[in-house]
């Protein structure tokens, strides 16, 4: 039984006064989705915020939006995996579609993130999906399973030992339209299923993430699909009473 896992991706939104009360709001509420793992990813200038708001809140982890391809060094702006964890984050978002198309972000570089995030003892989130025109084009399968694949062939087989994988059609991102749960089970059964090809023990803990215009709404019937175990979240967890209702949504005892 994979444990579900609902992670927040506030992106470039917020100054540190909305993020400590973004952060007490949902640390308060955390009684309320027992049995869900939850994180927040804040912009890496306010992880020292998620720490010292949740230092007391073990029920709800920190991640980061993005690490470095590169080690500590001459990188300037750059921000490494070792840094991310110095910072107790518990995840890293990797290979997000803003970062693939805004800031020309290769298979293979999110290949490198990913293998850094590991390196550290962060846990990557890879972050795969495909544009409208790539569905329309009957190219989903491929396009999710290449991003995978450029993962494994640098990570090699123990790559999703310790990951979770977000699938976030790039056409739902922030559109307010999400895909149905039957498109995303099909979806996440073909990503379980590539990863079981190379590794079958890691496909069956792997948590694949559904991220997309999820709300409130629409969470509860998303996560109950089988290979569905929770969701990564943008607009919707900036606003506490959202986020919060997505989480208990992903509660096992009341899918
Ligand atoms: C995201 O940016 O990862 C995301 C899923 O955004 P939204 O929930 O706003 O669609």
């Known amino acids: 039984m994979r ?10 939104n917020g100054r540190r006064r909305e993020a400590q009360a973004l952060i007490a709001a949902v640390a ?4 309320t989705f027992p049995g869900v793992d939850v994180a927040v ?4 200038v306010y992880l020292g915020v998620a720490a010292d708001g ?3 809140c073990p029920a709800i982890a920190w991640g980061a939006q993005d ?8 990188y300037t702006g750059e921000i490494s995996a070792g840094m991310a964890r110095d910072m107790g984050c518990e995840f890293a978002i990797i290979g997000h579609s803003e970062r693939r198309t805004l800031f020309g972000e290769s298979d293979g570089v999110v290949a490198q993130k990913f293998a850094r995030a590991l390196a550290a003892g962060v846990t990557p989130v890879l972050c795969v999906g ?5 569905r329309d084009g009957g190219h989903t399968r491929e396009v999710v399973l290449r991003q995978i694949g450029a993962v494994f062939a640098s990570c090699g087989t123990g790559a999703f030992d310790r990951a979770v994988i977000a699938y976030e059609p790039v056409w739902a991102i922030g559109t307010g339209r999400a895909a149905s749960p039957d498109e995303a089970q099909a979806v996440h059964r073909e990503i379980r299923n590539a990863v079981a090809q190379r590794n079958p023990t890691a496909a069956v ?3 694949i993430l559904y991220g997309g215009s999820v709300k409130a709404q629409n969470a509860r019937e998303l996560f109950a699909r089988d290979d569905i175990d929770g969701g990564l979240i943008g607009g919707a967890s900036l606003v506490a009473a959202d986020f919060v209702g997505i989480c208990r949504a992903a509660c096992p005892d009341l899918a």
């Open 41 to 44: 990813c804040p912009p890496y």
């Open 28 to 31: 308060a509420e955390a009684a």
């Open 130 to 134: 495909e544009t409208a025109a790539e």
């Open 205 to 207: 803990g792997l948590r």
């Open 54 to 56: 949740l230092s007391r």
């Open 3 to 12: 444990r579900p896992l609902v992670m927040g991706n506030w992106k470039m």
């Open 67 to 74: 690490v470095s391809a590169y080690g500590d060094g001459a």
